[in-house]
């Protein structure tokens, strides 16, 4: 998985991988009519590789056969191949817990298979500089929020495809302090990616003032993309 920061980030903690935010999903295609070369939804685990918590899918050897994809992370629950997503409304330190990862059907040509994650959702990070003469000098930001993106839809797993959009709501990006000094870095946070062609910005100041802005996205909000 590259470029994005995401809560699929494998760690090792004293000495033993760990994956953080649970399992992935896999599904294996086969037109082979022996149920062993195929499986829908298997729950694998990380612990140094991947490994099925339950049930083994056999390997065909023949490329033209099988096919693999997968999604993270894992949930048990899905209806007709579809997971509901729900965004916070408002993102605390854990928010690089709410992006999904996908990889879309390949064919299964080795054993083992390599297969690339991309992320699902677009990540924003909002850096505001304050012009005193404009603001106030007494006067600091108290929140940042997304104020015109849908924080529920539907995913079609494991692909790219979103339907089912909640109607646009607020949502408030987590104020990011990176280097621990106790001042504020940066707004940050996940958004579902849309066809919208800009970003509301709503920042609210501890004034109780709040000046809007809107950041113009070019074709509309793309998944795995870090608009910043």
């Not at 994005?4 to 004293?14: D, Q, S, V």
């Not at 080795?110 to 992320?119: F, L």
């Not at 000094?181 to 100041?205: K, S």
Request: hydrophobic letters at 35%; proline letters at 4%.
């Amino acid at each position: 998985v590259a470029d994005l920061t995401t809560r699929a980030t494998i760690t090792t903690i004293e000495e033993t991988d760990y994956l953080t935010g649970g399992s992935m999903g896999v599904f294996v295609k086969s037109d082979n009519t022996n149920p062993r070369y195929k499986g829908d939804n298997l729950e694998w685990n990380y612990n140094g590789s991947w490994k099925p918590a339950g049930t083994t899918v056999l390997y065909e050897a023949d490329a033209t056969k099988q096919t693999i994809d997968a999604y993270y992370p894992y949930t048990a629950e899905l209806t007709d191949g579809t997971c509901a997503i729900e965004l916070p409304e408002t993102f605390g330190d854990d928010y690089e817990d709410y992006d999904y990862l996908y990889a879309d059907h390949v064919a299964v040509s080795t054993n083992p298979m390599s297969i690339q994650m991309n992320h699902l959702l677009s990540k924003v990070t909002v850096n505001v500089v304050i012009k005193e003469s404009e603001i106030g000098i007494n006067d600091a930001i108290k929140s940042i929020s997304l104020s015109n993106v849908p924080r529920t839809a539907v995913w079609a797993v494991p692909t790219a495809t979103l339907s089912g959009y909640g109607s646009a709501e607020q949502t408030v990006l987590y104020a990011n302090d990176t280097d621990n000094d106790e001042a504020v870095d940066n707004y940050v946070g996940y958004a579902l990616p849309d066809a919208a062609t800009n970003l509301g910005l709503r920042v609210t100041m501890q004034s109780g003032r709040v000046l809007t802005a809107k950041a113009p996205i070019s074709g509309g909000m793309t998944g795995s993309v870090h608009y910043k």
